[in-house]
């Protein structure tokens, strides 16, 4: 677990599992994923799908492209505007 503004490669909280993509293993530390989200932690729409996959949390599988879905909602919003000015 890593906070969202610190580097890739700085420093992070806690191991909380790892994932060999090779293999398809996978060691997740349920308690200790539980006990983040309870704080509030948010996992990135992978981790997410990667606990919902694991049986670690329930719920249904998030799309990862999340930068795609707020240019979306942005257009929207610009278009919206764009009407109520006519």
């Given at each position: 677990?890593?906070?969202?503004?610190?580097?890739?490669?700085?420093?992070?909280?806690?191991?909380?599992?790892?994932?060999?993509?090779?293999?398809?293993?996978?060691?997740?530390?349920?308690?200790?994923?539980?006990?983040?989200?309870?704080?509030?932690?948010?996992?990135?729409?992978?981790?997410?799908?990667?606990?919902?996959?694991?049986?670690?949390?329930?719920?249904?599988?998030?799309?990862?492209?999340?930068?795609?879905k707020?240019?979306?909602?942005?257009?929207e919003?610009?278009?919206?505007?764009?009407?109520?000015?006519?």
């Amino acid at each position: 677990m890593a906070e969202r503004r610190s580097k890739l490669d700085g420093r992070y909280l806690e191991d909380l599992g790892w994932l060999n993509p090779l293999s398809k293993e996978v060691n997740i530390k349920k308690e200790r994923v539980l006990y983040w989200i309870e704080k509030g932690a948010w996992p990135t729409e992978t981790v997410h799908n990667l606990l919902v996959r694991e049986n670690v949390i329930t719920g249904s599988k998030k799309p990862v492209h999340k930068k795609k879905k707020v240019e979306q909602q942005n257009k929207e919003i610009k278009e919206e505007a764009g009407k109520s000015s006519d």
